[in-house]
């Protein structure tokens, strides 16, 4: 019995690095989503989490970076989700001050933006051409705000 528990964990643990997971199950009834670091970029400026965050000093200042040199390796995206949570309340709070309204995301979403703040290699790839001039001009208001400068 212990040679098994231990060679699950051992095959778990093994697998735990994966970026990108097909879709596995956990349990009766659940699975893992695949995880697109890819995708993740392309929503962590879509979905205007930039205005806010930065990662490699790219975005906004107002919440902490999400760096993946600052994350936890081997990471549980489940953690990463909790640790969102416990900040929901002032995300909220933010988003509707900043954007106008809360950030919607789907679950398959959330997996590809946390497969993305855990993926050095993709980070590179994140440049200020990629934020949209709508993000942009959200971004120099959050600025502002910040600096007490005046604007619009």
């Given at each position: 019995?212990?040679?098994?528990?231990?060679?699950?964990?051992?095959?778990?643990?093994?697998?735990?690095?994966?970026?990108?997971?097909?879709?596995?199950?956990?349990?009766?009834?659940?699975?893992?989503?695949?995880?697109?670091?890819?995708?993740?970029?392309?929503?962590?400026?879509?979905?205007?989490?930039?205005?806010?965050h930065?990662?490699?000093?790219?975005?906004?200042?107002?919440?902490?970076?999400?760096?993946?040199?600052?994350?936890?390796?081997?990471?549980?995206?489940?953690?990463?989700?909790?640790?969102?949570?416990?900040?929901?309340?002032?995300?909220?709070?933010?988003q509707?001050?900043?954007?106008?309204?809360?950030?919607?995301?789907?679950?398959?979403?959330?997996?590809?933006?946390?497969?993305?703040?855990?993926?050095?290699?993709?980070?590179?790839?994140?440049?200020?051409?990629?934020?949209?001039?709508?993000?942009?001009?959200?971004m120099?208001?959050?600025?502002?705000?910040?600096?007490?400068?005046?604007?619009?």
């Open positions: 019995m212990a040679i098994a528990i231990a060679s699950a964990h051992t095959r778990a643990k093994a697998t735990s690095h994966t970026a990108i997971m097909p879709d596995t199950k956990m349990a009766s009834g659940l699975i893992f989503p695949p995880m697109d670091p890819t995708n993740g970029r392309l929503l962590f400026v879509s979905k205007a989490c930039v205005v806010c930065s990662v490699n000093g790219v975005g906004g200042k107002n919440a902490p970076p999400l760096d993946a040199r600052f994350m936890d390796q081997p990471m549980n995206p489940f953690d990463f989700a909790a640790r969102m949570w416990r900040g929901a309340e002032s995300m909220v709070m933010m509707r001050y900043e954007l106008g309204d809360v950030i919607n995301l789907s679950g398959q979403e959330l997996a590809d933006i946390i497969a993305f703040v855990h993926d050095p290699e993709e980070q590179t790839k994140l440049s200020a051409a990629d934020i949209p001039e709508l993000i942009q001009l959200l120099d208001h959050a600025d502002a705000e910040m600096l007490g400068v005046p604007h619009d």
